[in-house]
């Protein structure tokens, strides 16, 4: 196990370093860099130049690189050229709004994807479960943003019965105090993830229907109810948890989206109007932060698979 | 009660033997399959719209018409009524659609290919070769898409191959690792481990025989990539990247619509949002159908 | 079976009850009051929106490269009175007023030397004077700090000054590198001046002796250096007692990191009593979009906002709120870049029929109507037409290039162009007043490519308009639409031939292209070689007009430049959209929308039902 875990690690490690060098490049490919973007057309020659000079840009491009390692190994991750604050402190505060916005919306989705999934399984091939894996489809093929916009129509125009808009409080506990607020982005953002996993779940679920010791469960006259809370939901629950794991670059997509449609202030808004912004500090932090978060997921992710699943621990 | 929890999975011993009946079953499979056939007839209904459609109900989508401009549903001619430009909105949807369908299909295909070929390669030599191109989809993957999007929205100058190239670029990463894994099993099959043996080149084994192998899994992975490429084209107008106007896809007609989301304007956001949606769940339906008549567990 | 189906059920149920039980009614409530009559009420907080991305980010009056946003400045003048400022009195902009520490500037020495005099008995908040040596403090800085100034340009202000003389406490006097026109001088070089509480700032680091400092270059980078690090933590800006020291009508009570901003009135305060705050706060809310801020204002979240233009359809909705809809007209000329050093299209650039037949076939009333639903004003010249202003003459007003597709096609016909295949060619080439001009060979296509910013539907469309009304003229337009920074770093300026120089035509307005200071001189869009002239334009008559603006002794110089550049065409004239189409309550009262976009919430105040006043 220790080896494993040494390995993975290391995989991990490589695979940062490789983030941080593609975000870097493909940040570095804007022809001109961001001067033009952070002095806009009243900036001058002088002052672009001037700006160039200061934060390196003149440099070559693996110069530069290594200047952004080096400070980064220091716990530096620069400032941001729009929002007149240390990157540091802009994740802070932002990353445990979106870890909020993320986990209420999985929860939620995995409350709606488990049953329906099991449901499908269950009745597969029936007329339901057409109706429901085509629903799911439906669901899957809806953009976030057509989602969202839907949701905003239906539920704080037609029916205004939620605000249109995130809660803007400053700490997590003034965000949960406005739980309204929260509830048009969390359900856009579980109904996008829902459509996944009620898929995963009904044949993760049909797959343990053909597994060896079910089929003994079954001969030996266990309840149905019994088999499939005991056997066939336990063991469609495991492969479900990593699947959180590897579905983490996309749930923080999805709170991309979501967040700039309901002005939600968390990773994805900074990181947004830092496009919009060409504020390549704040691009680089957050990149680095949600890749760092990714890997560390799937690391998680296949421990908990060693750990829960039985079969890869007596491999192992 | 019983019946439900007794396993029927269809074509689940035949999907191993390549037989010549095997595409027999496969067709039988498929076709049984309500939501696939739905799929095909759907999709059939939409190349039909953006295709044919402006032959029966030709309209002007190039010069603008302020005068006309947001006329709504049911106005003369205008079934749909019209864009903020006076185009009329039955007309751009099909110039719209194909291009979204353009783009997908080419974006797919791409990224299909390109993946395939990288998996195939990365699982066929394995050892450090494999390692070095996993770290790097690992890395890829580990940025979300969404982030990556946004990044390029706001750098590049967007054209069809500029976007066709962007979603491929995103979409390859799938293809690579399921095939990867596909080429890891296949190597140690006795057939291409005779191949080597007898000193048979690594291309010839990849193209020769990972490849086909593998290719249940690589159509069936191909549509998932078209639908998810249609989907891409539409968050991309939505991120402000679409091609540049008179041109449009259903992503930016959706995108230029939510502009008039508080105007009351439906007719601007729901027929686009609802193309987006109907056709990548046709393309979903068929590639679910297709999987579980090729019986290859695609989405683990 | 049925007890799993039935758990898969309550399940969902449980998730939809979860939803429906949290569920209230978040509509915002009416305010019954019209918008006049009433009776004025103190206190009292007034939330005003901030337009779509501008953050506030820099507090100290000396803006860094890249921190100059208008809101930004704004809300420092609310702090910091300004010396000199772009003020509305009666309706008209001037640059002196009871908001202004500076009175009216005196030229003398045949405009060579400025004498300001300052208001007396204004303090800053600790009870100290403020005296001619926070203005001289403020010069020394950013004489020695200029590359970090994000208003310097070369020769200008600090450089055209060549003696900063002190003449007593109240006054100083500017000895000038030579004549300028007082007009100019005063509104465009002048309202950058600030007095800075010397006493409090003037120290080279944090706890350090108060002194001269800033009297030798040297000490002045580090003070200056010590100012700014303080200002780069926005942060702390709340709490930081440097910023503490104010002399404005109001003090900082918070600004938030989101760029939040509350300000409640200075209790110290000592300027004018018609300067004097009403109300008790007033908040300044960042938002991202324009979407999420429309939000917030039909939810009744902020009492002073404003609507994307496409919602200008609907704004009796809000005016049957309780509220008022008010174009806030911006002090701007909008307009789309020629480069006359093109390598395909410059030959046609440079001739003055092209551009004419060109500027015919924008129909900037049909944009203005449609496309931005009224929220936008036509650009004629150089100097903006609404709000009307002595800079402008009654020949300004006038639409020298109105919409006809027939007169720019009779002006391309009559110099030898031919429509073929839909596309202009020319037929007569050589440079004949009949033929097509120096340059352009036989058979050359009018073909251009435009590089738009994009991210806007009301860019978008004006822009396939404009397509479409050109190509009726045989003009082939290509739109490529870019971010904005890229359209900026690819239209700069060039030399005919090299590389860069491959552009056309170039668009960054969906803004506004350029905010004037008070005098819309225009030396750094115009003249031959200026920072911002991104399109060559290059005119020897222009380029006298502007220095005559620049230097001569009076206005008829700005109305000759005006005019002329509005019929030369140096850049294709384009709507200029509103600043914002603002959405205000119709008992917040006292609110001038100055175009120059600066705010003066010390006049704002509520009314309550009541007797009319």
Same mark, same amino acid.
């Given at each position: 196990?220790?080896? /494993?875990?040494?390995?993975?690690?290391?995989?991990?490690?490589?695979?940062?370093?490789?983030?941080?060098?593609?975000?870097?490049?493909?940040?570095?490919?804007?022809?001109?860099?961001?001067?033009?973007?952070?002095?806009?057309?009243?900036?001058?020659?002088? !002052?672009?130049?001037?700006?160039?000079?200061?934060?390196?840009?003149?440099?070559?491009?693996?110069? !530069?690189?290594?200047?952004?390692?080096?400070?980064?190994?220091?716990?530096?991750?620069?400032?941001?050229?729009?929002?007149?604050?240390?990157?540091?402190?802009?994740?802070?505060?932002?990353?445990?709004?979106?870890?909020?916005?993320?986990?209420?919306?999985?929860?939620?989705?995995?409350?709606?994807?488990?049953? +329906?999934? +099991?449901?499908?399984?269950?009745?597969?091939?029936?007329?339901?479960?057409?109706?429901?894996?085509?629903?799911?489809?439906?669901?899957?093929?809806?953009?976030?943003?057509?989602?969202?916009?839907?949701?905003?129509?239906?539920?704080?125009?037609?029916?205004?019965?939620?605000?249109?808009?995130?809660?803007?409080?400053?700490?997590?506990?003034?965000?949960?105090?406005? /739980?309204?607020?929260?509830?048009?982005?969390?359900?856009?953002?579980?109904? %996008?993830?829902?459509?996944? /996993?009620?898929?995963?779940?009904?044949?993760?679920?049909?797959?343990?229907?053909?597994?060896?010791?079910?089929?003994?469960?079954?001969?030996?006259?266990?309840?149905?109810?019994?088999?499939?809370?005991?056997?066939? +939901?336990?063991?469609?629950?495991?492969?479900?948890?990593?699947?959180?794991?590897?579905?983490?670059?996309?749930?923080?997509?999805?709170?991309?989206?979501?967040?700039?449609?309901?002005?939600?202030?968390?990773?994805?808004?900074?990181?947004?109007?830092?496009?919009? %912004?060409?504020?390549?500090?704040?691009?680089?932090?957050?990149? +680095?932060?949600?890749?760092?978060?990714?890997?560390?997921?799937?690391?998680?992710?296949?421990?908990?698979?060693?750990?829960?699943?039985?079969?890869?621990?007596?491999?192992? | 009660?019983?019946?439900?929890?007794?396993?029927?999975?269809?074509?689940?011993?035949?999907?191993?033997?390549?037989?010549?009946?095997?595409?027999?079953?496969?067709?039988?499979?498929?076709?049984?399959?309500?939501?696939?056939?739905?799929?095909?007839?759907?999709?059939?209904?939409?190349?039909?719209?953006?295709?044919?459609?402006?032959?029966?109900?030709?309209?002007?989508?190039?010069?603008?018409?302020?005068?006309?401009?947001?006329?709504?549903?049911?106005?003369?001619?205008?079934?749909?009524?019209?864009?903020?430009?006076?185009?009329?909105?039955?007309?751009?949807?099909?110039?719209?659609?194909?291009?979204?369908?353009?783009?997908?299909?080419?974006?797919?295909?791409?990224?299909?290919?390109?993946?395939?070929?990288? &998996?195939?390669?990365?699982?066929?030599?394995?050892?450090?070769?494999?390692?070095?191109?996993?770290?790097?989809?690992?890395?890829?993957?580990?940025?979300?898409?969404?982030?990556?999007?946004?990044?390029?929205?706001?750098?590049?100058?967007?054209?069809? &191959?500029?976007?066709?190239?962007?979603?491929?670029?995103?979409?390859?990463?799938?293809?690579?690792?399921?095939?990867?894994?596909?080429?890891?099993?296949?190597?140690?099959?006795?057939?291409?481990?005779?191949?080597?043996?007898?000193?048979?080149?690594?291309?010839?084994?990849?193209?020769?025989?990972?490849?086909?192998?593998?290719?249940?899994?690589?159509?069936?992975?191909?549509?998932?990539?078209?639908?998810?490429?249609?989907?891409?084209?539409?968050?991309?107008?939505?991120? &402000?990247?679409?091609?540049?106007?008179?041109?449009?896809?259903?992503?930016?007609?959706?995108?230029?619509?939510?502009?008039?989301?508080?105007?009351?304007?439906?007719?601007?956001?729901?027929?686009?949002?609802?193309?987006?949606?109907?056709?990548?769940?046709?393309?979903?339906?068929? &590639?679910?159908?297709?999987?579980?008549?090729?019986?290859?567990?695609?989405?683990? | 079976?049925?007890?799993?189906?039935?758990?898969?059920?309550?399940?969902?149920?449980?998730?939809?009850?979860?939803?429906?039980?949290?569920?209230?009614?978040?509509?915002?409530?009416?305010?019954?009051?019209?918008?006049?009559?009433? #009776?004025?009420?103190?206190?009292?907080?007034?939330?005003?929106?901030?337009?779509?991305?501008?953050?506030?980010?820099?507090?100290?009056?000396?803006?860094?490269?890249?921190?100059?946003?208008?809101?930004?400045?704004?809300?420092?003048?609310?702090?910091?009175?300004?010396?000199?400022?772009?003020?509305?009195?009666?309706?008209?902009?001037?640059?002196?007023?009871?908001?202004?520490?500076?009175?009216?500037?005196?030229?003398?020495?045949?405009?060579?030397?400025?004498?300001?005099?300052?208001?007396?008995?204004?303090?800053?908040?600790?009870? #100290?004077?403020?005296?001619?040596?926070?203005?001289?403090?403020?010069?020394?800085?950013?004489?020695?700090?200029?590359?970090?100034?994000?208003?310097?340009?070369?020769?200008?202000?600090?450089?055209?000054?060549?003696?900063?003389?002190?003449?007593?406490?109240?006054?100083?006097?500017?000895?000038?590198?030579?004549?300028?026109?007082?007009?100019?001088?005063?509104?465009?070089?002048?309202?950058?001046?600030?007095?800075?509480?010397?006493?409090?700032?003037?120290? #080279?680091?944090?706890?350090?002796?108060?002194?001269?400092?800033?009297?030798?270059?040297?000490?002045?980078?580090?003070?200056?250096?010590?100012?700014?690090?303080?200002?780069?933590?926005?942060?702390?800006?709340?709490?930081?007692?440097?910023?503490?020291?104010?002399?404005?009508?109001?003090?900082?009570?918070?600004?938030?990191?989101?760029?939040?901003?509350?300000?409640?009135?200075?209790?110290?305060?000592?300027?004018?009593?018609?300067?004097?705050?009403?109300?008790?706060?007033?908040?300044?809310?960042?938002?991202?979009?324009?979407?999420?801020?429309?939000?917030?204002?039909?939810?009744?979240?902020?009492?002073?906002?404003?609507?994307?233009?496409?919602?200008?359809?609907? *704004?009796?909705?809000?005016?049957?709120?309780?509220?008022?809809?008010?174009?806030?007209?911006?002090?701007?000329?909008?307009?789309?870049?020629?480069?006359?050093?093109?390598?395909?299209?410059?030959?046609?650039?440079?001739?003055?029929?092209?551009?004419?037949?060109?500027?015919?076939?924008?129909?900037?009333?049909?944009?203005?109507?449609?496309?931005?639903?009224?929220?936008?004003?036509?650009?004629?010249?150089?100097?903006?037409?609404?709000?009307?202003?002595?800079?402008?003459? *009654?020949?300004?007003?006038?639409?020298?290039?109105?919409?006809?597709?027939? *007169?720019?096609?009779?002006?391309?016909?009559?110099?030898?162009?031919?429509?073929?295949?839909?596309?202009?060619?020319?037929?007569?080439?050589?440079?004949?007043?009949?033929?097509?001009? *120096?340059?352009?060979?036989?058979?050359?296509?009018?073909?251009?490519?435009?590089?738009?910013?994009?991210?806007?539907?009301?860019?978008?469309?004006?822009?396939?308009?404009?397509?479409?009304?050109?190509?009726?003229?045989?003009?082939?337009?290509?739109?490529?639409?870019?971010?904005?920074?890229?359209?900026?770093?690819?239209?700069?300026?060039?030399?005919?031939?090299?590389?860069?120089?491959?552009?056309?035509?170039?668009?960054?307005?969906?803004?506004?292209?350029?905010?004037?200071?008070?005098?819309?001189?225009?030396?750094?869009?115009?003249?031959?070689?200026?920072?911002?002239?991104?399109?060559?334009?290059?005119?020897?008559?222009?380029?006298?007009?502007?220095?005559?603006?620049?230097?001569?002794?009076?206005? #008829?110089?700005?109305?000759?430049?005006?005019?002329?550049?509005?019929?030369?065409?140096?850049?294709?004239?384009?709507?200029?959209?509103?600043?914002?189409?603002?959405?205000?309550?119709?008992?917040?009262?006292?609110?001038?929308?100055?175009?120059?976009?600066?705010?003066?919430?010390?006049?704002?105040?509520?009314?309550?039902?009541?007797?009319?006043?």
């Amino acid at each position: 196990m220790t080896g /494993f875990l040494v390995k993975r690690f290391l995989q991990a490690l490589v695979v940062l370093f490789l983030v941080s060098i593609i975000v870097f490049t493909l940040l570095h490919l804007l022809p001109g860099g961001p001067a033009r973007a952070i002095l806009g057309p009243k900036g001058t020659p002088q !002052q672009i130049e001037h700006f160039n000079h200061q934060q390196g840009y003149d440099r070559s491009l693996p110069t !530069q690189y290594f200047m952004y390692l080096k400070r980064l190994f220091t716990g530096d991750l620069g400032d941001s050229y729009k929002l007149n604050s240390p990157v540091f402190e802009l994740l802070k505060q932002r990353l445990p709004k979106t870890l909020l916005l993320t986990v209420l919306s999985t929860v939620l989705a995995v409350v709606i994807a488990v049953p +329906l999934g +099991l449901l499908q399984a269950v009745r597969r091939g029936k007329a339901s479960d057409y109706a429901l894996t085509g629903l799911a489809f439906l669901l899957y093929a809806t953009p976030v943003f057509f989602l969202g916009l839907i949701m905003i129509i239906l539920f704080a125009q037609v029916l205004p019965i939620f605000p249109a808009e995130a809660p803007q409080g400053e700490t997590i506990g003034q965000l949960l105090g406005d /739980f309204t607020g929260l509830i048009l982005p969390v359900v856009t953002m579980a109904f %996008g993830i829902v459509a996944m /996993f009620s898929r995963y779940m009904r044949s993760a679920v049909l797959d343990n229907l053909t597994e060896e010791y079910v089929r003994t469960a079954m001969a030996k006259g266990q309840s149905n109810r019994r088999i499939m809370v005991k056997h066939v +939901l336990r063991n469609a629950l495991i492969p479900l948890a990593t699947l959180l794991g590897l579905y983490l670059p996309t749930l923080f997509s999805g709170a991309l989206v979501v967040e700039s449609m309901f002005n939600y202030p968390g990773m994805g808004l900074l990181f947004w109007n830092a496009a919009q %912004g060409s504020d390549f500090p704040v691009l680089l932090g957050v990149t +680095l932060v949600v890749g760092i978060a990714t890997v560390l997921g799937s690391l998680l992710t296949d421990i908990l698979y060693a750990v829960l699943d039985p079969r890869i621990r007596s491999v192992a | 009660m019983t019946t439900a929890v007794t396993p029927q999975i269809p074509g689940h011993e035949e999907a191993a033997q390549a037989t010549p009946s095997l595409a027999r079953r496969t067709l039988r499979v498929f076709t049984g399959n309500k939501l696939a056939l739905s799929g095909v007839v759907l999709l059939v209904l939409l190349l039909a719209f953006c295709y044919l459609g402006p032959l029966v109900h030709p309209t002007e989508q190039v010069l603008t018409n302020l005068s006309q401009a947001n006329l709504a549903p049911g106005t003369a001619g205008h079934l749909l009524g019209t864009t903020d430009l006076g185009y009329d909105m039955v007309g751009r949807l099909m110039v719209a659609g194909r291009t979204s369908l353009e783009i997908g299909l080419a974006a797919g295909l791409l990224a299909t290919l390109f993946g395939t070929v990288y &998996g195939a390669v990365a699982g066929y030599f394995g050892g450090w070769v494999d390692a070095a191109m996993m770290r790097i989809t690992d890395a890829a993957l580990a940025i979300p898409a969404m982030f990556l999007l946004v990044v390029v929205a706001a750098i590049i100058t967007p054209s069809k &191959g500029v976007l066709i190239l962007i979603i491929a670029g995103v979409a390859w990463l799938s293809p690579a690792r399921l095939v990867r894994g596909e080429a890891l099993s296949l190597r140690n099959r006795e057939y291409v481990q005779a191949m080597r043996m007898m000193g048979g080149g690594g291309a010839r084994a990849v193209f020769k025989h990972i490849v086909p192998n593998a290719i249940g899994t690589v159509i069936v992975n191909c549509t998932f990539q078209i639908a998810d490429a249609i989907l891409y084209v539409s968050y991309l107008a939505f991120l &402000g990247l679409s091609i540049p106007p008179p041109s449009a896809d259903w992503g930016s007609m959706l995108s230029a619509g939510i502009t008039y989301t508080q105007n009351g304007y439906w007719w601007l956001i729901f027929p686009p949002g609802i193309a987006i949606v109907l056709v990548v769940a046709a393309f979903n339906f068929i &590639g679910d159908g297709l999987r579980d008549a090729f019986e290859v567990r695609l989405r683990k | 079976m049925r007890s799993l189906r039935s758990t898969a059920s309550a399940a969902l149920a449980l998730a939809a009850t979860l939803v429906a039980l949290t569920g209230c009614t978040h509509e915002g409530g009416r305010i019954a009051m019209g918008p006049t009559g009433g #009776t004025p009420v103190e206190g009292g907080t007034a939330t005003m929106a901030l337009p779509p991305a501008a953050t506030p980010n820099w507090i100290f009056p000396i803006g860094a490269p890249g921190y100059g946003g208008s809101y930004n400045y704004g809300i420092q003048t609310l702090l910091y009175m300004p010396v000199y400022d772009a003020v509305q009195e009666k309706g008209e902009l001037t640059t002196t007023g009871p908001s202004t520490l500076g009175l009216k500037p005196a030229y003398a020495d045949g405009n060579t030397t400025v004498t300001v005099p300052l208001r007396q008995g204004v303090t800053w908040s600790d009870g #100290t004077q403020v005296t001619a040596r926070d203005l001289e403090f403020w010069f020394n800085l950013v004489k020695a700090n200029k590359a970090d100034w994000g208003n310097y340009s070369v020769g200008t202000m600090p450089d055209n000054v060549k003696k900063f003389e002190v003449v007593d406490d109240h006054t100083v006097r500017l000895h000038l590198d030579r004549a300028y026109n007082p007009d100019w001088f005063t509104a465009n070089q002048l309202t950058l001046m600030r007095a800075l509480p010397q006493h409090a700032w003037d120290a #080279t680091r944090d706890g350090g002796r108060i002194g001269d400092h800033d009297r030798t270059t040297k000490g002045a980078k580090a003070v200056f250096a010590r100012l700014t690090q303080h200002a780069k933590s926005l942060g702390s800006y709340g709490s930081d007692p440097l910023w503490k020291t104010v002399n404005g009508p109001w003090k900082l009570a918070g600004w938030r990191d989101t760029g939040q901003v509350t300000i409640v009135p200075n209790e110290k305060y000592t300027g004018p009593k018609s300067e004097r705050p009403h109300l008790d706060k007033v908040v300044f809310k960042p938002f991202t979009t324009s979407d999420s801020e429309y939000n917030v204002l039909r939810a009744g979240g902020v009492d002073y906002g404003y609507i994307p233009p496409s919602v200008m359809a609907q *704004k009796e909705k809000f005016e049957g709120k309780g509220y008022r809809v008010d174009p806030w007209e911006g002090w701007a000329a909008t307009y789309i870049v020629y480069n006359f050093n093109s390598t395909h299209a410059g030959p046609a650039m440079n001739q003055l029929y092209v551009r004419q037949a060109m500027q015919h076939l924008v129909d900037q009333n049909a944009m203005t109507k449609v496309i931005w639903q009224g929220s936008a004003t036509a650009t004629l010249g150089p100097v903006p037409v609404t709000p009307k202003s002595q800079y402008l003459s *009654k020949e300004m007003e006038h639409n020298q290039y109105p919409f006809s597709v027939a *007169k720019a096609t009779s002006l391309l016909a009559e110099h030898g162009w031919k429509t073929v295949d839909g596309v202009a060619r020319c037929m007569r080439p050589g440079s004949g007043d009949d033929e097509c001009g *120096k340059g352009i060979g036989k058979n050359d296509p009018l073909e251009l490519t435009l590089l738009s910013q994009s991210g806007s539907t009301e860019t978008t469309n004006m822009m396939q308009e404009l397509k479409s009304s050109l190509s009726k003229a045989g003009i082939d337009l290509t739109v490529r639409q870019q971010p904005l920074n890229s359209v900026l770093g690819n239209s700069v300026p060039c030399k005919a031939k090299d590389s860069g120089c491959d552009w056309d035509m170039s668009f960054f307005g969906t803004a506004g292209s350029w905010y004037y200071p008070l005098n819309p001189s225009g030396e750094q869009l115009f003249s031959t070689g200026a920072s911002a002239n991104f399109g060559n334009y290059s005119d020897k008559k222009a380029d006298r007009l502007i220095r005559a603006v620049q230097y001569a002794p009076d206005m #008829t110089a700005v109305h000759e430049y005006g005019e002329y550049l509005a019929e030369q065409l140096p850049v294709m004239w384009m709507p200029n959209p509103a600043y914002q189409v603002s959405v205000i309550r119709n008992d917040l009262r006292g609110i001038e929308q100055n175009p120059t976009v600066t705010f003066a919430p010390q006049h704002w105040y509520y009314v309550k039902k009541g007797a009319t006043k």
